[in-house]
């Protein structure tokens, strides 16, 4: 049994600590109240009962789910940076799916508008993947890239062939009764919010107790030692994180779409993606670290909400503490490679 | 239809959209010679975009240039910090700097602007025609009706060049890109170089993102560059790091993304979705086009 990593937990608060300080610094210097927006930030996310459980907690479920997908390319020496667009890509499968499926036993309907989503997120990872296995082309810009094109098609579907019956609005027709996530009465808390804990709890088995985790968190650390021992096939190993990496991310927009949403339009997420990234460095990786990270992050996204209902602060400031978070963690990381006596608890980042 | 008209419209769009790309792409070109990939363009050239609208409309556009200057420059400080000074992971931390633009510009924007934005209220540079070259046809309207920052990249060109391969600063830059450990050995102050570096390219994308509202866009709205910075990275792959082959894949991309309106003129009915992927995909392509053999020529140290 792991004792709880005290160093990696304290760092993650750090860099907490630091994100919220630069957030009220900044919010002070552009003329905002920045102790009530910071108030106003934990009301939104702690205020009450009802606070934590519609709002963070639904907001942890794509953050969770995002998170294990990058921490698993991540640990695989891969960056996927393109989580945004590989989650759109599979809220645009799963509300075509979530539209077809209305005479299926509920089930089934769920099981498949989440496969098709995991199978679109890994399509739209997959040309990075040939790319950098063919062409050497590094995968952190053709996934960035693909963002912005995941962005267009979900554009050209709402206003095309998905678009909704009366054709009022750049949105999809709800989906199917069937394919709508259960939710916990009361609450807005869906079913997701299991299956992002159990995908944690077994990507953490798969890391830690399973021939191909090792081979994984192997090629991720020592990608050359790997290839040479001879048991270790780097590239595929890459290709196939990566590969699980978009389909998890998709499966995030697939459950998005099938819990909160019931249906496709733009901006569905406000930035998801991105803020995956700073919640998978935060748990340094770990599958159980991204579920407690997750869960901040999403208090984050549900803070900003009542930062901009109380205090007027756009709620896009917030990056600005995630963008803190994430190179306090890096600074954390290149402070730990530089001294000598100390081994860096878990890989943060690849290179 | 005339031909003709449609030739030179084309081609002067082309050119107008180029000229962010360009400015970005060759300051871009410089810190990836030094061995620093600086994926914070992208949040530089936003900052720029922004300073440079409130400049613009507190002091008119050449203000606008200085401080849209400035605040790349400063983007791109906080980024060298992190990178150089402290060694962390360059691409990570590039995106959070991004990250970290992208949300500060847009609390920024809505204080000074309010929700609707700036609209059209900011004064812009108009085109600077040039006397006798405009006349030539076709290519003259294109090439010689263009904003003054548009000249400016094209100086900036021929500039960089002779500055890369011509003079002894150029040449510890280049040295600190290929091989950082016989730079030192040589007496090269490579960590100072790459942050000189890194900061003129951020200076560079700060311009870029003043030029894109100040000579092409005429307003600011949230995250106006919608990647520009990151297809600035790839222009500068698909250029294989000269300063020429940068201006060529801009030019490039200007077209892609001028083609729109030639595609409009000319009666064709495409959805502009289409044309809203294109450069992405364009520059996918070019990557991939690229990557066989052109990346032989990438500065040695770059991403490390």
Redesign the interface.
């Given at each position: 049994m792991k004792t709880l990593p005290v160093r990696a937990t304290a760092t993650a608060g750090l860099a907490l600590l630091a994100g919220f300080a630069v957030l009220a610094i900044v919010l002070h210097l552009a003329g905002y109240d920045a102790l009530l927006a910071i108030g106003a930030l934990f009301r939104g996310a702690f205020g009450s009962t009802d606070a934590f459980v519609s709002a963070t907690l639904v907001r942890a479920v794509p953050l969770i789910i995002l998170g294990l997908g990058i921490a698993l390319a991540f640990r695989a020496g891969a960056l996927n940076i393109g989580a945004e667009g590989q989650l759109y890509a599979g809220a645009i499968a799963a509300t075509w799916i979530g539209l077809q499926v209305g005479s299926w036993p509920a089930p089934l309907a769920v099981a498949a508008v989440w496969s098709g989503a995991a199978v679109a997120g890994a399509m739209w990872i997959v040309l990075p993947v040939l790319l950098r296995l063919r062409f050497g082309v590094l995968e952190v810009i053709s996934t960035l890239l693909l963002n912005f094109a995941a962005e267009a098609a979900v554009s050209y579907a709402v206003t095309g062939p998905l678009r909704e019956s009366s054709g009022t609005y750049p949105q999809s027709d709800p989906i199917a009764a069937s394919a709508r996530l259960p939710v916990l009465p009361g609450s807005r808390l869906h079913l997701g919010i299991a299956a992002a804990v159990v995908l944690a709890i077994v990507l953490w088995v798969l890391f830690s107790r399973t021939v191909w985790g090792f081979r994984l968190r192997a090629a991720g650390l020592g990608p050359r030692a790997a290839e040479i021992s001879g048991r270790i096939p780097v590239k595929r190993v890459l290709g196939v994180a990566l590969l699980w990496s978009g389909a998890l991310a998709g499966l995030g927009g697939g459950v998005e779409v099938s819990g909160v949403t019931y249906s496709l339009f733009q901006n569905l997420s406000p930035g998801y993606g991105f803020a995956a990234i700073a919640v998978a460095l935060l748990a340094r990786l770990h599958p159980i670290g991204v579920v407690v990270s997750g869960v901040l992050f999403g208090a984050l996204e549900a803070g900003a909400q009542g930062m901009q209902r109380e205090a007027g602060v756009p709620a896009v400031a917030v990056a600005v503490a995630e963008a803190v978070v994430i190179i306090a963690v890096l600074l954390a990381e290149a402070a730990a490679r530089r001294s000598p006596s100390r081994q860096p608890a878990t890989p943060v980042a690849p290179g | 239809m005339d031909i003709e008209l449609v030739l030179a419209g084309f081609l002067a769009a082309a050119v107008r959209i180029a000229t962010p790309l360009l400015l970005a792409a060759t300051g871009e070109l410089i810190n990836e010679r030094a061995g620093v990939m600086n994926?914070g363009l992208e949040g530089a050239m936003l900052a720029g975009a922004l300073a440079a609208a409130i400049g613009s409309v507190a002091g008119g556009p050449w203000l606008g240039v200085l401080v849209g200057v400035g605040a790349g420059f400063l983007v791109a400080g906080i980024f060298g910090a992190?990178v150089i000074g402290?060694?962390?992971?360059?691409?990570?931390?590039g995106?959070?700097?991004t990250?970290?633009s992208?949300?500060?510009t847009?609390?920024?924007a809505?204080?000074a602007f309010g929700p609707e934005g700036p609209g059209l209220t900011i004064p812009t540079f108009g085109p600077l025609p040039i006397p006798v070259l405009r006349e030539i046809p076709v290519v003259g309207p294109a090439l010689f009706e263009q904003s003054l920052l548009t000249y400016l990249s094209w100086l900036l060109v021929p500039v960089s060049g002779w500055f890369l391969f011509h003079t002894f600063p150029g040449l510890s830059l280049r040295a600190s890109g290929e091989s950082a450990l016989a730079a030192r050995a040589a007496g090269v102050p490579v960590d100072r170089v790459r942050m000189l570096a890194t900061l003129g390219g951020g200076a560079l994308g700060g311009l870029a993102g003043a030029s894109l509202v100040l000579a092409q866009v005429g307003t600011f709205a949230?995250r106006m560059t919608?990647?520009r910075g990151?297809?600035a990275?790839?222009i500068v792959v698909l250029g294989r790091w000269r300063p020429g082959g940068v201006l060529l894949a801009a030019l490039l991309f200007g077209g892609a993304g001028a083609l729109q309106f030639a595609f409009q003129a000319l009666g064709l009915e495409v959805?502009y979705?289409?044309f809203?992927?294109m450069p992405?995909?364009l520059?996918?392509l070019a990557?991939?086009g690229v990557?066989?053999w052109g990346?032989s020529n990438a500065p040695r140290e770059l991403?490390?």
């Open positions: - | 994926l992190v402290a060694g962390a992971q360059q691409i990570i931390a995106t959070a700097v990250m970290g992208i949300g500060l847009g609390m920024v809505r204080t949230e919608a990647g990151f297809i990275i790839a959805p979705q289409l809203l992927a992405y995909g520059a996918l990557l991939a990557g066989g990346r991403g490390r």
